[in-house]
């Protein structure tokens, strides 16, 4: 298939919120542009909203090179969203920013001061002296998803091209940290419009599409995305070969996906940068183990493994697993819980032989 037979299959899929992982490189950012044409009405408008590389695009920095940089700032490219620039401020955009806990202020300029004409440019400044900055790539991600998510609620745009929301990999040059934060962020956007439209996020991200698919599927209110058994969740893997694509459900992909986890969780191990969210992720590691050796349970696999006390385990790694999702706490890992992690991470790839070929 190619990207609009694609396309067609995610419009005609019946669950309201679709879950894609893809590596880079796969097609995800051109399946959005695929699937915006797909939806149009019959008059050509647009029926959705999206984010994007194109979304990112529209943001550009002006150096300032001529002033030796003393009013850098980043510039808004004209686009048909500048008409909606008025309908937000800076404290909208704050209060999304807030999750994050941003080390700085900034502020709009509009285009000829005229609120109407759309934002022309927005500077950041920092400490006591108001000095304009440049922030990094990393903050600039997080302020343009920010500003996004802000468009998301403003009327006129996202209430009127209301069939779906298209959300394409909003974390690359983002922490783990960040990463998480980022999962709450879409997981709010999820809840609070599934029922009314079509929620569609792809990814490269494992961890980012594991944190989602397990709140979604496993969490505290995973039971409201269900209609009686049938799951209002569809996870799927996004696969290229040559010049041709398929969808395929995650289970047909059980192995594979695990297999990124595993690798994503020996680099944080090679890097020394393990973080609460690793387990989130080691968690995922296990059902999926399981349930690619056909049993439910994920306390199976830690006895398979030699784990002897896996009920007190089960309950350390629920807590440390789950307890972010509703609470933004410190994301270093608990005195001792490394430990436990490396006993648990080592046995598993011992047990079953993975050969892992991380990055390092």
């Known amino acids: 298939m190619d990207l609009q037979d694609i396309a067609i299959q995610i419009k005609e899929l019946r669950e309201k919120i679709v879950l894609i992982y893809a590596f880079n490189g796969t097609g995800k950012t051109r399946l959005s542009m695929s699937y915006k044409d797909e939806t149009k009405d019959d008059n050509g408008r647009h029926t959705g909203v999206y984010y994007n590389a194109f979304s990112e695009d529209l943001f550009q920095w002006d150096n300032d ?15 048909s969203l500048n008409k909606f620039h008025s309908l937000f401020t800076e404290e909208d955009v704050m209060r999304k920013l807030e999750l994050y806990k941003p080390k700085y202020n900034f502020f709009f300029r509009y285009i000829d001061d ?6 022309d440019y927005i500077y ?18 997080i302020f343009i998803w920010c500003l996004f998510l802000t468009l998301f609620e403003v009327e006129g745009w996202a209430d009127e091209q209301d069939a779906h929301f298209f959300i394409d990999d909003p974390v690359s040059s983002l922490d783990d940290h960040n990463i998480f934060i980022t999962a709450i962020s879409l997981y709010d956007l999820i809840e609070k419009h599934f029922e009314s439209r079509k929620i569609i996020i792809t990814t490269h991200h494992v961890g980012l599409y594991s944190i989602l698919s397990n709140w979604l599927s496993k969490g505290d209110k995973a039971s409201k995305f269900k209609e009686g058994n049938r799951s209002k969740v569809k996870q799927l893997v996004l696969n290229r070969k040559d010049e041709l694509v398929s969808l395929d459900p995650v289970k047909n992909s059980v ?3 695990h297999l990124h986890l595993l690798q994503t969780l020996d680099k944080a191990v090679q890097e020394d940068n393990l973080t609460r969210f690793h387990y989130a992720l080691l968690r995922q590691a296990l059902e999926n183990i399981a349930s690619f050796l056909g049993v439910g349970q994920y306390s199976y696999v830690l006895k398979q493994i030699g784990i002897t006390d896996e009920a007190n385990i089960t309950k350390i790694m629920n807590i440390l697993a789950h307890e972010q999702v509703y609470h933004q706490t410190p994301s270093e890992m608990p005195k ?4 436990l992690f490396n006993e648990i991470f080592i046995k598993l790839k011992d047990k079953y032989n993975f050969v892992l070929h991380s990055e390092n």
């Open 124 to 141: 950041f400044i920092k400490g006591e002296d108001q000095e304009w900055i440049k922030i990094s790539r990393g903050e600039e991600r």
């Open 336 to 339: 001792g819980s490394e430990e």
């Open 65 to 79: 090179i001529e002033n030796n940089e003393e009013h850098i700032r980043l510039t808004v490219k004209r686009s």
């Open 255 to 257: 192995f594979l996906y």
């Open 114 to 119: 005229d609120t109407e004409k759309g934002i």
